[in-house]
C-alpha cells in the first residue's frame, strides 16, 4: 500500500486538523489521543512518510524512539502513573487503523483496567486538562 498524504495523521502535522500537542522536534511529533486507553494516552510519529516499522528508515525510527523515551517519563508524572506500555501496529490485520506511522504511549496505574483500543472518545476540554499536565511535566523535566 502506498503511503496516503491525506491520512488523519498527516493532516494534523499540516496543522489542517487541531490536536493536543506535547511535544515536536525536527524528525517527530507527539499529541494525545482523541480515545485514550488510559488518561494521558499519547501518540508519538514521525514527520517522515511512512506507514509502518517495515516503511520508515533506521534514522527516522531511531528518532521516534528517542522521543518516546524523552516523553514518558513527563507523561507518566503528570497522570500520577506507575508504568507505561509502548503499542505499535503494523497494517489493518495487526490492527492499525491509521497508516502513518505512531508509537503509543499509554501510561499505567497499578490496579486500573485498560480501555479497549480506540473506542471511547474522551472528553475534549480533559485531554486539553491532561495535554497541559503533561507539557508543565515536560517543562519541569
Ligand atoms: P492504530 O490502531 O495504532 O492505527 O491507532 C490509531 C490511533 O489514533 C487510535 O488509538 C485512535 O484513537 C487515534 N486517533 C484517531 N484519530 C485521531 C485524531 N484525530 N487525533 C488523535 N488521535 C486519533
Redo the contacts with the bound molecule.
Keep these: 500500500m502506498a503511503y496516503d498524504d491525506n491520512n488523519?495523521f498527516a493532516k494534523?502535522l499540516r496543522g489542517e486538523?487541531p490536536?493536543h500537542k506535547i511535544w515536536e522536534d525536527a524528525h517527530s511529533f507527539a499529541?494525545?489521543?482523541?480515545?485514550?486507553?488510559s488518561p494521558g494516552?499519547t501518540?508519538v510519529i514521525t514527520k517522515a512518510r511512512a506507514e509502518n516499522i517495515l516503511d520508515i528508515s533506521e534514522e527516522d525510527l531511531a528518532h521516534v524512539m528517542a522521543a518516546v523515551r524523552h516523553l514518558a517519563p513527563a507523561i507518566v508524572r503528570a497522570v500520577d502513573g506507575d508504568g507505561f506500555m509502548i503499542?505499535?501496529?503494523n497494517g489493518a490485520a495487526a490492527?492499525?487503523?491509521?497508516?502513518h506511522l505512531?508509537m503509543?504511549i499509554v501510561p499505567r496505574i497499578e490496579g486500573v483496567p485498560l480501555r479497549h483500543?480506540?473506542t471511547h472518545p474522551e472528553d475534549d476540554a480533559k485531554l486539553a486538562a491532561v495535554a497541559e499536565k503533561i507539557r508543565a511535566a515536560l517543562a519541569e523535566q
Excluded: K, N, S, Y
Design positions: 488523519i494534523i486538523i490536536c499529541f494525545l489521543d482523541i480515545m485514550p486507553r494516552h501518540l503499542q505499535q501496529f490492527g492499525q487503523t491509521v497508516f505512531h503509543h483500543h480506540a
